[in-house]
């Protein structure tokens, strides 16, 4: 089935600093990528819809030069959490559509990358 | 707005037994309906997908149902195991690939 990684799982870095996460799409070439942000017992929120050679689509009150996203490849898109903050620390999971196969726009997630800003 | 809410927002049981998880939208248009499971710490699993003229769908021991004209749906957990304990999230497409997460039903299963 279809898989999708995300690198790191768990990042802790200080107040101030940019961290970058990656999704990638292992066995299938994914157009359009999602990035989610999930806070505790919460439901996933949808932060981007990210396609690739083109700019990302931020929803409501997500700031885009705080996230930014890059979809550089099929099967590759990256969020960089600039300037990050205590407030920043969350959840964040991906998610891709594969090209081919679904009938039902499926939508598989990556495990997610757990985010602790000090 | 598009809505789905989901009950019981947890619930516990005994190994072995089964459960049944709820799920209401307001989802329109409508697409299809999913449902997830995710472990604690983890990204989202598929259990399973119903477009509108499905009414039920299996996998393995999870069976959901859809009754697209009262727009509810049902996860029903047979035989459950202790690795069934997750929360099981409810999730209705409309259009656009947009999708309407429901805050999830926590699962806890017992020996």
């Known amino acids: 089935g279809a898989v999708v990684s995300q690198h790191p799982s768990r990042v802790i870095c200080k107040s101030g600093t940019s961290v970058k996460i990656e999704c990638r799409s292992l066995?299938?070439?994914?157009?359009?990528m999602f990035w989610y942000r999930q806070f505790p017992k919460k439901s996933l929120m949808l932060m981007a819809t990210?396609?690739?050679?083109?700019?990302?689509?931020?929803e409501q009150g997500v700031e885009k030069d705080k996230f930014l996203i890059n979809h550089a490849s099929l099967t590759l898109s990256t969020l960089t959490v600039t300037s990050a903050h205590p407030e920043d620390s969350s959840f964040y999971i991906c998610?891709?559509?594969?090209?081919?196969?679904?009938?039902?726009?499926?939508?598989?997630f990556g495990p997610g990358t757990r985010l602790t800003v000090l | 707005k598009n809505q789905v809410e989901q009950s019981p927002q947890s619930l516990i049981i005994l190994e072995g037994k089964n459960c049944t998880l709820q799920?209401?939208?307001?989802?329109?248009?409508?697409?299809?309906l999913r449902w997830y499971k995710q472990d604690t710490g983890r990204g989202p699993v598929s259990l399973t997908i119903?477009?509108?003229?499905?009414n039920t769908k299996s996998n393995g021991r999870y069976t959901a149902t859809l009754d697209a004209d009262t727009k509810q749906s049902s996860l029903h957990i047979t035989a459950s195991q202790l690795s069934d304990s997750a929360s099981y999230i409810c999730?209705?497409?409309?259009?656009?690939?947009?999708?309407?997460f429901g805050a999830g039903t926590t699962v806890t299963v017992r020996a």
């Open positions: 998610s891709a559509i594969t090209l081919a196969g679904a009938s039902y726009n499926e939508q598989f």
């Open positions: 799920c209401n939208y307001t989802v329109s248009p409508f697409s299809n």
């Open positions: 066995d299938f070439q994914a157009t359009t």
């Open positions: 999730v209705v497409s409309g259009i656009n690939y947009k999708l309407s």
């Open positions: 990210s396609n690739e050679g083109s700019k990302a689509t931020y």
């Open positions: 119903m477009t509108f003229s499905e």
